[in-house]
């Protein structure tokens, strides 16, 4: 007879739940006798619907489960498994202090509501400008004749001379002001969706500038981001400090790489993968190619967790990113490395150049990954490389002014 | 000192040559690169460091410190990297004590970032990264939401073996927790105690030995209350307790 447990972890999510790729728990059999039936890195559902629970089968005993989330922390609860039942164990993640934080509280950019109400009393920061850069210059779509524009762009917004703030025209035709859709004191979210019903392979770029008072952050807009035939929300959370600095982060509604996101945003690249891997997820992104930003981070995921001189299926996936798609850079990028995995730089160095050349061509990339890589690939091919010295030299100054920390590019002018 | 992708480690002369200060720095990026092209091919870095921006860094036109190693002939080594902190950021401890990040790491290494696929406790570089951003986040108190970076690379691999049961990190509460400042805490395994801890208004923070403990905590009056289960497993990372009352 079949026994086990019913997982999940119970988190209001807006009405969005995540039934199948959720996050990681462990499940340890604490009888030492019967320690290989303990489950290790099984994907649980996050949500609250009465049929978001994920069956695993277990022999009867007791077993410690511990959830292990995108935010870093820990879940844990210990339960037995009873012969012929099958036991519904629902792990209670923290709350937060607004229903809209609560996307931004799994990945841990935003702390749950007994932390947030522990603050200190603080002043209420107005909110700050977002603008949404529709329909960016061609410096910034990275498809002007002059390859070498973008980086020249930003690199000229820094240092002494230059007049701050920078209007929002100055980056394209039409600076649309966004409005948040919520806000408090501290924190101001913004959600966008842009409609766009084109060819994938033609994709438009967008940007958000958000003005402050200290700062100006240009932002890499994660859209269009399409999930099972729709195009879900890209949501920014921009919180602010008191000394007027702010932080910016996305979540992606995706049920099905919206948390896969999330652990690649914090380095936990092996839950990530594993999630990305459940329900053949991955090979689905390669596959149709519905979603090459999504296909992207796949790819990320793919080549941090390579071993070297490792030869796979995927290979191929990211030849075809780097082929189908000349408007993503980092295609072209994560070809290059791996390259640069798979053997000494000699091997490859032709490849590795051209491909690094071409994503510099195409432009500022989507990934902050994408941006410590192409510093790092450019860096590879020596200094006696001129042209690769040259470019360098550009995309360091830009890289200078990025928050490694966020997950897409954003470049502080 | 930390720009961007790029970051200087500052060796205990930066300064003495007021004209070439970055002479007494490693350019780490470089280095890192460097030393990913050369023999092992698993490597590990730990940079327990503040990250402060500086903008020395543009003025030395991208000369961020010494390189003592050149690019090998190798494919790509694996190269984790854990960072103390965000770059731009301070990193912090308590004064008089090692720093949160290196307790952590210290707290990880002792079994806190173990695990017993096979009966024996393993570290691994994944379990220790679970290991150290729950603990960094744990000492900051929830002070920021994210302080430990992302890092570019974390493939899996064994960093140590442990000789003993691993160490544990152990909270025990009350819930409510305005019960703790009435509950007197006990800790017991086989039935023999292992520790106590009188009325406070805080919970118990405690480090135990991986294996079955049973708690309780007792109240005036002779009220005894235990948690649901009878027997508490503790194993790594950590372990919440919570007795109802």
């Not at chain 1, 791996?338 to 051209?354: C, F, I, N, T």
């Not at chain 2, 899996?156 to 442990?162: A, C, P, V, Y």
């Amino acid at each position: 007879m079949s026994s086990g447990f019913q997982l999940r972890v119970s988190k209001y999510l807006v009405g969005v739940d995540v039934p199948a790729n959720g996050v990681i728990a462990n499940i340890y059999a604490l009888d030492p006798a019967l320690s290989a039936n303990s489950k290790r890195s099984v994907v649980i559902p996050v949500g609250y619907s009465s049929n978001t629970f994920r069956q695993v089968d277990l022999e009867p005993g007791q077993y410690l489960i511990e959830a292990i989330m995108p935010s870093g922390d820990i879940i844990s609860q210990q339960a037995i498994v009873k012969d012929g039942q099958w036991q519904e164990i629902a792990l209670e993640a923290e709350q937060t202090a607004h229903e809209w934080h609560s996307w931004h509280n799994l990945t841990g950019s935003v702390r749950s509501s007994s932390a947030f109400e522990d603050e200190p009393q603080i002043k209420g920061i107005k909110n700050y400008k977002v603008d949404l850069i529709r329909d960016p210059r061609p410096e910034l779509r990275g498809d002007d004749q002059r390859s070498d524009a973008v980086w020249k762009l930003l690199a000229a917004l820094q240092g002494p001379g230059v007049k701050k703030p920078i209007p929002p025209h100055d980056f394209g035709l039409a600076g649309t002001a966004d409005h948040p859709v919520a806000s408090d004191k501290r924190t101001q979210l913004h959600s966008f969706r842009m409609n766009y019903h084109g060819p994938t392979e033609e994709s438009p770029r967008w940007y958000v500038l958000v003005s402050t008072p200290k700062t100006q952050q240009l932002l890499t807009v994660p859209c269009p981001w399409f999930s099972e035939h729709r195009e879900v929300p890209a949501e920014l959370l921009v919180t602010k400090d008191e000394d007027l600095s702010i932080t910016t982060s996305w979540v992606i509604q995706d049920p099905d790489l919206g948390t896969v996101l999330a652990y690649l945003a914090n380095g936990s690249l092996q839950s990530a993968l594993r999630i990305a891997s459940h329900n053949s997820a991955l090979q689905l992104l390669f596959d149709k190619f519905e979603n090459p930003l999504g296909a992207a981070a796949g790819g990320y995921l793919l080549l941090a967790n390579m071993k070297a001189g490792e030869k796979d299926d995927w290979h191929h996936w990211i030849s075809n990113l780097r082929r189908y798609f000349q408007w993503l850079p980092d295609g072209c990028i994560q070809f290059a490395w791996l390259k640069l995995k798979q053997g000494p730089l000699e091997d490859s160095r032709a490849e590795v150049r051209l491909a690094l050349f071409e994503a510099f061509d195409r432009g500022l990339p989507y990934y902050t990954l994408g941006l410590q890589w192409l510093v790092d690939g450019l860096t590879l091919l020596g200094e006696d490389d001129q042209e690769a010295v040259k470019r360098l030299k550009l995309v360091q100054r830009v890289s200078w002014r990025a928050d490694m920390s966020n997950l897409f590019t954003n470049v502080n002018l | 000192m930390s720009l961007g992708s790029d970051m200087s480690l500052l060796m205990s002369e930066y300064g003495d040559n007021d004209l070439a200060p970055l002479e007494q720095a490693l350019d780490f990026r470089k280095f890192r690169l460097a030393m990913s092209r050369n023999a092992p091919n698993q490597q590990l870095y730990f940079i327990d460091a503040c990250r402060s921006s500086s903008d020395r860094l543009i003025d030395s036109l991208q000369y961020a410190g010494r390189l003592p190693v050149q690019n090998g002939p190798q494919a790509s080594a694996e190269t984790p990297i854990y960072f103390a902190t965000l770059a731009g950021e301070e990193a912090f401890g308590k004064k008089n004590e090692v720093s949160f990040f290196t307790n952590a790491i210290l707290m990880g290494l002792n079994g806190m970032g173990s695990d017993d696929p096979a009966g024996e406790w393993l570290v691994t570089t994944t379990r220790l990264k679970e290991a150290i951003d729950y603990e960094v986040k744990r000492a900051f108190g929830g002070a920021k939401p994210k302080q430990v970076p992302p890092t570019d690379t974390l493939t899996t691999f064994e960093i140590h073996r442990l000789r003993n049961d691993p160490e544990v990190p152990v909270i025990v509460t009350c819930a409510p927790a305005s019960e703790n400042a009435r509950a007197e805490f006990i800790c017991e395994r086989n039935g023999v105690e292992q520790s106590r801890r009188p009325p406070a208004n805080e919970t118990w923070s405690i480090t135990l030995s991986a294996g079955s403990y049973d708690f309780r905590a007792q109240f005036s009056g002779g009220i005894v209350r235990q948690p649901k289960s009878n027997s508490i497993n503790i194993r790594p990372i950590y372990r919440k307790v919570i007795i109802d009352i």
